[in-house]
C-alpha cells in the first residue's frame, strides 16, 4: 500500500475523503489492472513492478493499494486507488489521458524489466485476447477479416471494386452510414 496502512486502507481512505469534505461523493475509488504474457514473470516480479507504476502514477497525491494475483493463470496485479488526493483533496482525474499516461508507465516499466508489451495497430491498441492468439499462432474472427480486406485491396483499383470484391467474398457491407461496416 502507498499512502495508507494495507491493514486499514478503506479506513484511511475513507478518513482522507471526510478531511476534505468529499465522502458522500458516488465515486470511492477506481480499480486498474496490469496483467503480464504467461509465465514471463514471477509473482515477486509482477508485485515489484506494480508498486513502481503505483508509485509513478499515484504515489504523490494518492492512496493506493497494489494486490497481485494467481488465479486466472495469468500473474496480474490490482490497483484500487482513492478518489480523493491525500494532499490537496482533489478528484482523481479519470479520461482517456490518463488511461494513456497508465499504458506509457507501465509499458516503460516491462521493457526497462524486459518484458514484453502489447503492440499497437493503427495507434489502437489490440485486445488482450487477440494479442494473446497472435503470440500463440492462433487465428482470430479479427484474422479472418483483415486477411479477406487485404485481399480486396490487392484486387482492387477502386473503391467500387474493393466494395465489389468484399460482397463476392461473401461480406455485407453497410456504406450509408456514419462509419463503413
Known sequence: ALNCDRETAYA??????????????????????????????TPEQAHLIGLQL??????????????????TGVVHN?????????VDGLRYCDNKKTYAQMRRASDELCRA???????????????????MADHAGERTWRTAIREDVDKAIVASMTWQAFLAQMRKQGYEV????????
Open 12 to 41: 484511511d481512505m475513507m478518513d482522507t475523503k471526510r478531511r476534505w469534505g468529499k465522502a458522500s461523493r458516488k465515486r470511492k475509488g477506481y480499480h486498474v489492472i496490469q496483467s503480464f504474457a504467461p509465465g514471463e514473470v
Open 54 to 71: 503505483a508509485e509513478k502514477l499515484w504515489g504523490e497525491r494518492f492512496e493506493v493499494v497494489v494486490s497481485t494475483h494467481l488465479n
Open 78 to 86: 490490482h490497483f484500487v486507488l482513492n478518489s480523493v488526493s491525500c
Open 113 to 131: 524489466h524486459m518484458l514484453s508489451v502489447i503492440t499497437q495497430q493503427n495507434g489502437r491498441s489490440a485486445h488482450y485476447r487477440e494479442w
Open 174 to 181: 453497410k456504406t450509408g452510414v456514419k462509419h463503413i461496416a
